[in-house]
């Protein structure tokens, strides 16, 4: 289903935020003769909805109020469902509403069936997406192309609608949008695939094949996969049509991560001190952006020269403070202890001092204990998981002075500055997600950034 194909037709939305605002403005604007009917939540919204809706008619739902059933008869008694990507289409009520035949979409599939995926750079993946995208655009520009970026980072996908096709769109895609794309975008681009997410999918296998999907949509012409992980590479050859082009990075016949910084077929391009942002797991995903422009047939301009002026992204990596020869990293985005071990293997040589916990998604610590206790690293735990980490990491033979609990975010701050020496680095890498004590990952970044500003004595 595409956007235009809306016109005259009775909708419903489902959820809120800034994918469904830009649905409603641009329907507002564009399909006059559609409306939407009913505006569906899982708790009653504090703002006048019909404002922010451009529909004042709407019927409007609360979920816990009405209870399931009219839930069902409302939603499916409209030609289409949009859901907010948030909203789970394993929801019983969204499988009540499709087993009625009613479609149920979201705002950016409907925008890249309109587009039917043409040179589209689809980035999804674990981690990485939002680095790989943003270094995509990046490049294309640098390379004399016109770029937009859209989706979970940028601008909404049907903001586009506004504004002058590019040569080259880079959308990244959370799971929340794959896992009922009907159109895929011209290449796929899939960086890492470890558990995550399993609330919402219900499982880790659910997961694993709603980021899968990706690959085999219609509309793809490249799949672009980072060789690396290894579970993701066995599984590449059951996803991928034999008329899709394969490209792979992370080996050493492609664009790959060396320790000496980015290579092309064992040639090097770019030395590590040369490139913005720190750590192999970065590189690679300088790989997975050059990779897939070349995709589109875009020839990247010289490196390092065409990463001139890319910023790296908040929360990820980023260096927040510096006193006393002790460096405050924001890592803030890492909420698996996958990508909690790649920031650690990010500052080779120096002694960390590292703060993590977050919401309890049934995560296995053992790994990063492990990585902790190689490292000869200190962990700081916060609540909720950080007492499951310090005891994983205490397993793995880390000192008992070394792993220890602390009551907050406050006290762990000021844990770590008593703890950390010259040359070190404190590191806010939580390894788990952040909505037990924050509204995001960002705020919980803030407060951390605000913190080591100028900690507080422990007490």
């Given amino acids: 289903m595409r956007f235009s194909e809306l016109e005259g037709a009775g909708i419903a939305v489902w959820g809120a935020g800034r994918e469904i605002g830009s649905f409603a403005d641009q329907l507002a ?3 006059p003769s559609a409306r939407i009917v009913v505006a569906a939540f899982d708790a009653r919204p504090a703002e006048d909805v019909g404002v922010s809706l451009k529909a004042p008619e709407a019927r409007v739902l609360v979920g816990d109020e009405v209870g399931p059933d009219a839930l069902v008869a409302a939603l499916s008694g409209c030609d289409v469902v949009v859901r907010s990507p948030g909203v789970s289409i394993y ?18 599939a409907l925008w890249l069936a309109e587009r039917g995926g043409e040179g589209v750079i689809g980035v999804t993946g674990t981690k990485g997406k939002s680095t790989t995208a943003a270094l995509a655009a990046h490049l294309a520009r640098a ?9 979970n980072i940028g601008v909404p996908a049907l903001d586009l609608l506004d504004r002058e096709r590019a040569d080259v769109t880079v959308v990244e895609l959370s799971s929340y949008h794959t896992a009922d794309l009907q159109t895929g975008p011209q290449v796929a681009l899939i960086t890492s695939l470890f558990r995550e997410h399993t609330d919402w999918h219900g499982s880790e296998r659910a997961y694993r094949a709603d980021k899968l999907r990706l690959l085999g949509l219609p509309g793809v012409r490249a799949a672009v996969i980072n060789a690396r992980d290894e579970r993701l ?12 082009e394969t490209l792979v990075y992370g080996v050493p016949g492609g664009w790959d991560a060396v320790p000496e910084g980015v290579a092309l077929r064992g040639e090097p391009r770019a ?6 942002l720190r750590g192999e797991h970065n590189a690679l995903n300088l790989c997975g952006a050059l990779t897939a422009l070349e995709a589109l047939s875009i020839q990247p301009s010289p490196l390092p020269q065409a990463l001139a002026g890319f910023a790296p992204l908040p929360h990820r990596l980023e260096a927040v403070a510096e006193r006393d020869g002790v460096l405050w990293v924001n890592d803030s985005i890492s909420t ?13 040589g120096r002694e960390i001092v590292l703060i993590a916990g977050g919401q309890d998604r049934g995560q296995d610590f053992a790994g990063l204990g492990h990585a902790l206790a190689l490292r ?15 005891a994983a990491a205490r397993e793995s033979g880390v ?14 701050v000021a844990l770590a500055g008593a703890k950390a020496r010259a040359g070190g680095v404190v590191l806010l890498s939580p390894a788990a997600p952040s909505y037990d004590h924050y509204r995001d990952f960002e705020e919980r970044g803030e407060r951390f950034r605000a913190l080591a500003a100028r900690p507080a004595s422990p007490h």
């Fill in 29 to 31: 604007r564009r399909l």
């Fill in 91 to 108: 929801r019983p009520e969204l499988r009540a509403v499709l087993e009625t035949g009613t479609p149920v979409t979201t705002a950016t």
């Fill in 143 to 151: 390379a004399g192309r016109t770029a937009h970026l859209a989706g």
């Fill in 233 to 244: 590479r066995d599984e590449l050859p059951a996803r991928v049509s034999p008329s899709v």
């Fill in 271 to 276: 030395a590590s001190a040369e490139l913005p």
């Fill in 336 to 348: 698996t202890p996958e990508s909690t071990a790649a920031a650690l293997a990010s500052f080779p």
């Fill in 376 to 390: 000869g690293a200190s962990v700081i735990g916060v609540p909720s998981t950080g007492p499951r980490l310090t």
């Fill in 399 to 412: 000192p008992g002075v070394d792993a220890v609990d602390a009551a907050d975010m406050r006290d762990a």
